[in-house]
């Protein structure tokens, strides 16, 4: 007598898991359907076989075992599209055990992706399966003659932050890896309108308990400087949660979410974590997590009070430009070590 073969998705990807990764695993793929569903059991099969092989529960995974499934996959000679794809399906995964509760954190938050070249690598499905590299799509709308949508009624993205600019606050999580082994995270904000930036906080566990008091005390610090914010821009992050947001609602704010994978729409915050890693962390030794804070905050004394911005012509955030200079012979330059020796600045001696 032979026996019916399980019809759910969840008992083919692994046969032994715990009660709370069923419910999370059941969960997840229960909210999708078709081929969506099915590829994600893929992913989610050879990412539980290969922490089965390592005898790790699931949700015993931290941040590194991530990071070493992902080069496991370049490893055996895996495209960056499909890398990236099966990152993409393990961080929803821990999303949504996280905002069912049965996680603090997300390992797979930070998690860093391969660079995908969208013509080259990405890939899309349509209604019969077919896979279709979109750069094909574009060739093939080009050749008809078929122009791109019109745009659409009212202000684009652009203009609305340039618009806003003075009402809008842009905050985002960044990695940053200490000499003890160790990676943390680092929460930093900043204003659309005077660029002024603030670093909040670094943590090697960004729970929802800390984020939602760091929230608190960024809005004790504009009280204290009577500024109004009506916009918070951050990205889509698992440890940006609910009741983080709940805090700036309760203080009259509009929450604005960016779209997935679109980094643009948070340009001013990335270019400045781009500048910090540029022009500090890539430069510096950082022992630990407080040596880590006191050269962010002399970054940020730098940033704010000496470091030059197009945006404001030239003037920093919490300096304004001298008055014009008519004879540079009457003047002389001294520069001023800080952070080390790491960065300079050059002011004029009086």
């Excluded at 929803?92 to 013509?119: I, Q, T, W």
Aim: aromatic share 8%; charged share 25%; hydrophobic share 45%.
């Amino acid at each position: 007598m032979t026996t019916a073969a399980p019809s759910t998705a969840l008992t083919t990807i692994q046969p032994a898991f715990t009660d709370a990764e069923r419910v999370a695993l059941a969960g997840f793929l229960a909210g999708y359907r078709g081929l969506t569903r099915e590829a994600y059991a893929l992913d989610l099969r050879q990412f539980t076989t290969w922490c089965r092989n390592r005898s790790l529960p699931l949700f015993a995974v931290c941040r590194a075992d991530i990071e070493s499934f992902a080069r496991d996959l370049e490893a055996r000679g895996r495209a960056r599209a499909t890398v990236t794809r099966r990152l993409s399906t393990i961080a929803g995964f821990y999303k949504y055990a996280v905002e069912e509760e049965l996680l603090d954190h997300s390992p797979a938050a930070h998690v860093r992706r391969p660079r995908v070249d969208y013509k080259s690598h990405a890939v899309v499905l349509d209604r019969n399966g077919i896979t279709v590299a979109p750069s094909t799509v574009w060739q093939i709308l080009k050749n008809a003659g078929i122009d791109p949508a019109p745009r659409r009624e009212g202000p684009g993205w652009a203009e609305f932050l340039r618009s806003q600019a003075q009402g809008i606050l842009a905050l985002d999580f960044f990695t940053a890896d200490l000499l003890n082994g160790t990676q943390v995270d680092v929460l930093a904000v900043i204003e659309h309108g005077t660029r002024r930036m603030r670093v909040l906080g670094a943590t090697e566990h960004p729970v929802q308990a800390w984020v939602v008091q760091q929230a608190r005390n960024l809005l004790m610090d504009l009280e204290d400087v009577e500024t109004r914010v009506k916009f918070v821009l951050h990205d889509r992050d698992a440890s940006l949660t609910a009741a983080f947001d709940e805090v700036f609602r309760a203080a009259g704010a509009r929450i604005i979410r960016a779209a997935v994978q679109a980094s643009r729409m948070n340009s001013i915050m990335e270019r400045w974590v781009g500048s910090c890693r540029r022009e500090l962390l890539d430069r510096t030794l950082v022992w630990n997590q407080r040596h880590l804070m006191i050269v962010l905050r002399e970054y940020e004394d730098f940033y704010n009070t000496h470091r030059p911005h197009r945006a404001l012509k030239q003037a920093a955030p919490l300096r304004q430009l001298p008055d014009g200079i008519t004879d540079l012979d009457q003047f002389r330059v001294q520069r001023r070590d800080r952070a080390g020796g790491v960065i300079h600045e050059y002011r004029l001696v009086a």
